[in-house]
């Protein structure tokens, strides 16, 4: 892959409404955020693929973060994370394969929480802090709308 190609990246997500961008091809890493998206009141994080170049859509997965912003509803039974975009729900890697979480489970930073399919794209939720699953509100294959409850959880 060339300057161009990442430039071109750089470009398409800096016009878009996309917040992070974690992209890997096996020997480069680049990850773009926006701290302004998730620092805004009401800013609109929902990512819109159809903004990324075409090799971009085709062959690598966007990993979507937890951000202060969609992680935003706080009461006594802990945090609401909530979808970051329209998609579907995936609570495990593939039909046969145990959930990524469940009730009770004590979650890293880092660790992907479940996948969302969008456009055919594969982006994982991954966890921003350390926490325990409260509750699972989605159920696998659920098409899920941007800022539906997925998770309440408890910071460690």
Known sequence: MDDKFFLSI??????????????????????LRKESAFKREGADTAAS????????QQDHSVHLGISAHTASAVNAAGEKITSPIVATFYSSPGPDAPPFVKTGTQIKAGQTLCILEAMKMMNHLEAEYDC?????????????????????????
């Open 132 to 156: 325990e699953i409260i509750e699972v509100h989605a159920s696998s294959g659920e098409l899920v709308e941007y800022g539906q409850e997925l998770f309440t959880v408890k910071r460690n």
């Open 49 to 56: 693929c159809a903004e990324l170049p075409s090799a971009m």
């Open 10 to 31: 750089v470009d398409k997500f800096n016009s878009s409404a996309v917040a992070e961008l974690d992209f890997s091809d096996g020997n480069t890493r680049l990850l």
